[in-house]
């Protein structure tokens, strides 16, 4: 979860050009500062990016099992820069799958966010979204079962007011374990576009250790899994275009996800499906690039371009009354 693992002058565009005018721009509209929950690693240069529109920060960072003299590096590290925000904070010592779904962290520390909605999720992973974390039972794939439990968490909360909005940014390898991908294409519950849609484009391409290529399977395994939880939340989503990079390696395709959330249990002004499978299928994705952002060329299945900017959407989908 180093930095160093991670970092790269593409990202810094995601995060400068591309994430930074969103969350400006619905900081505005509430004028309440996030709730940030995630994974900043050590040096923190997202929240410190983001500083003036963050209240609180929960964070989970993990020890350095290469380094047997300081494996908590890292964890000092990342306290000591929150310290200095001056951002009040919770560092948690584990996996982020493990300290969720356990309610503990490594050393005792019970997970809360003390009865308030969180309003900035940052899952910024290192590799695949179906990754595997060690647990007592063995390597295990934990991320989405963790993610569902926030989801539940977000509802309980959100319960007394009847209302909640909140984003997702989710960041990962463009890549998904093959038996993962095989069970979302055996799997029945699916919408009939999605359905017709995988069927009709080529698989992925196989890596040779267990892995395929994401592409398209990937962003519409994001967008129906994530989206099955929400609405089962009762959350509605809109799903901007991916944002896709490469990392610190030539060979690190990572992958961006920008996701925004809303519930409304009192006054159901949006409908709970407002972004079809067709048309978020077809939008074309964008690319950083070591100084811009770009529209990725039309491709063969990814050719509507953008009907409205982030911000546009944004506008939209979190209108107050």
């Not at 979860?1 to 509209?29: G, Q, Y």
């Not at 995630?38 to 929960?58: N, S, T």
């Not at 779904?101 to 899952?123: A, K």
């Not at 996701?259 to 964008?286: A, G, H, V």
Request: some cysteine; aromatic content about 10%.
């Amino acid at each position: 979860m180093s930095v160093a693992s991670t970092d790269s002058i593409r990202k810094h565009i995601v995060r400068e050009r591309w994430n930074t005018p969103i969350l400006k721009h619905v900081n505005k509209v509430f004028r309440n500062k996030y709730l940030y929950c995630g994974l900043p690693a050590a040096d923190a240069l997202d929240i410190k990016l983001w500083r003036e529109m963050i209240r609180r920060v929960i964070a989970f960072e993990i020890e350095d099992e290469n380094d047997s003299k300081n494996p908590r590096k890292d964890i000092i590290k990342l306290k000591t820069n929150l310290a200095l925000l001056n951002i009040p904070h919770t560092v948690y010592c584990g996996f982020f799958e493990n300290t969720i779904l356990q309610e503990l962290d490594n050393d005792g520390q019970p997970y809360t966010q003390n009865n308030e909605l969180v309003t900035l999720y940052n899952l910024d992973f290192c590799n695949s979204i179906s990754g595997k974390i060690e647990t007592k039972d063995g390597s295990r794939q934990l991320r989405f079962a963790a993610i569902r439990t926030l989801l539940q968490i977000q509802e309980e909360i959100c319960s007394p007011t009847g209302q909640m909005y909140f984003i997702i940014l989710l960041t990962i390898r463009d890549e998904l374990h093959k038996t993962v991908m095989n069970n979302f294409i055996s799997h029945e519950e699916k919408s009939a576009d999605m359905v017709t849609f995988l069927r009709d484009i080529p698989l992925p391409e196989d890596k040779g250790y267990g892995m395929v290529s994401g592409g398209m399977y990937l962003k519409a395994y994001i967008f129906h899994t994530i989206r099955s939880y929400c609405r089962a939340r009762n959350i509605k989503t809109y799903f901007l275009p991916p944002v896709k990079y490469i990392g610190r390696s030539e060979r690190s395709n990572m992958v961006h996800y920008t996701i925004f959330c809303r519930s409304d249990k009192i006054e159901q002004d949006l409908p709970l499906e407002i972004q079809t499978t067709n048309i978020y299928m077809r939008t074309k994705s964008w690319r950083a690039l070591d100084d811009n952002l770009i529209i990725e060329p039309s491709g063969e299945w990814e050719d509507h371009s953008p009907v409205r900017t982030p911000i546009e959407v944004a506008e939209s989908f979190f209108r107050t009354k």
